[in-house]
């Protein structure tokens, strides 16, 4: 077998020591070897052995210069020319504030939804080598490339459910593990507090559902926890909801654990479940939406006013359409276990619009109306509206005089052309 150069000085390099240090007999005879070995000719052979690792000095037009004989250099590979240049990092970058600041994976299938979109309400302006190259980067290119912005934003905050000790024996449990549901309409709801680090039951509250099937998520703003607000808030969803609700599983704290919220469920023929005592993976579908939507686009600041109230109820209006028909969302599809190693299997990322009109328990007329409020929205103005709405709650927080309390991402907040 012949071999590589590469193989060659490797070869050389173990043998020419052990030629340099032996006898002349012995030489004789660890050159034959090395020729056979190699396919050097023998004269050349022990040139090359006789000089490996030695220091040569040469002349060339003047100039001295010392170089090793046998080291073995490593090849410099050629630079390959930057295709993702800086006229695709910076709309690039805009899109992904415009997302929300989504991952790659489902980053990439926002841009080539959204870039024609955007281009049809004269909202982004492309040359024809650009459009290409972002409609056709790759998800871990995305991430690659936007590593730098996201380490700008990073939130953090607590959790304040209390437990609700009535009525747990007339409403089953029921666990992650039995959420398979194929049919829209089957949410969990849950709620978060924006009291700032500082509990209390007088501040106000964000009541978040999520569709498990299609990941349909809806928010509305309660001006405290208490049952009515939590009831008035589903009245209001059920309304706008482009599927029926069939069932509804939440924690157990006391603003969902009680007789109004039960017999809401019974009347409407609604399944109502509930999840196990401290087991937050037990409702994963709408825990990871309380940060990802929640969190990330009102922060951790403390909301207790009137003003800050009409604010929120006026930008989830925003929002739930920006999230449900532009933001696209990964299902898991099953887990496998290898040792200490869990894989999971994800499938393509879709927003809930689009799941919803893939599915056929949607109604056809739900569908329709669905499909002309899409044709209306520009995802560009959404984004500037939520972004302002955004800048008046950070006034309104920060005249309260917390500077020390978490704030939410402001990589997202400021969205223009």
Not at 354 to 373: C, G
């Amino acid at each position: 077998m012949r071999l590589t150069m590469h193989q060659r000085k490797a070869v050389t390099q173990q043998v020419a020591s052990r030629y340099q240090h032996a006898r002349k007999k012995d030489q004789g005879r660890i050159l034959d070897e090395f020729t056979v070995l190699t396919g050097y000719c023998r004269p050349y052979a022990a040139w090359v052995l006789r000089n490996c690792g030695r220091k040569r000095i040469l002349t060339l037009n003047g100039v001295r210069s010392v170089y090793v004989i046998g080291q073995i250099t490593k090849r410099r590979k050629t630079p390959r020319p930057r295709i993702y240049d800086r006229r695709v990092l910076a709309p690039l970058v805009w899109l992904w504030k415009l997302s929300g600041g989504l991952c790659g994976k489902r980053l990439a299938p926002f841009i080539r939804t959204c870039v024609p979109i955007l281009e049809r309400f004269e909202e982004i302006s492309l040359d024809a080598e650009t459009r290409g190259k972002l409609l056709a980067i790759s998800p871990a290119t995305i991430d690659r490339l936007l590593l730098t912005e996201r380490r700008k934003s990073r939130l953090k905050g607590r959790a304040t459910t209390k437990p609700g000790t009535l009525l747990k024996h007339q409403i089953p449990i029921r666990t992650f593990a039995q959420w398979n549901e194929q049919t829209p309409g089957f949410v969990e709801i849950d709620l978060v507090a924006h009291d700032g680090g500082f509990p209390g039951s007088d501040v106000i509250h964000t009541l978040d559902l999520t569709d498990v099937c299609s990941g349909w998520t809806e928010t509305r703003a309660l001006r405290t926890k208490a049952q009515r607000w939590v009831l008035e808030a589903l009245h209001d969803i059920i309304r706008v909801l482009p599927f029926p609700l069939k069932g509804i599983d939440s924690d157990n704290g006391g603003e969902f654990i009680n007789a109004e919220l039960l017999r809401f469920c019974s009347q409407r023929h609604i399944t109502f479940t509930r999840s196990r005592p401290y087991r937050k993976n037990d409702n994963c579908f709408v825990e990871q939406k309380n940060y990802s939507i929640v969190r990330t686009t009102v922060g951790y600041y403390r909301y207790d006013s009137d003003h800050e109230l009409d604010i929120l109820s006026t930008l989830y209006s925003s929002l739930r359409l920006f999230t449900n028909f532009f933001q696209p969302v990964m299902k898991l599809q099953h887990k496998t276990r290898s040792g200490s190693r869990v894989k999971k299997t994800y499938d393509a990322p879709l927003t809930p619009y689009q799941r919803l009109l893939a599915h056929t328990a949607v109604s056809a007329d739900d569908k329709t109306r669905m499909q002309h409020l899409y044709h209306t929205l520009n995802p560009a103005e959404l984004r500037r509206t939520l972004a302002s709405l955004q800048e008046k709650l950070d006034t309104l927080a920060q005249s309260k005089h917390h500077p020390h309390r978490s704030q939410r991402a402001h990589a997202f907040s400021a969205i223009s052309t």
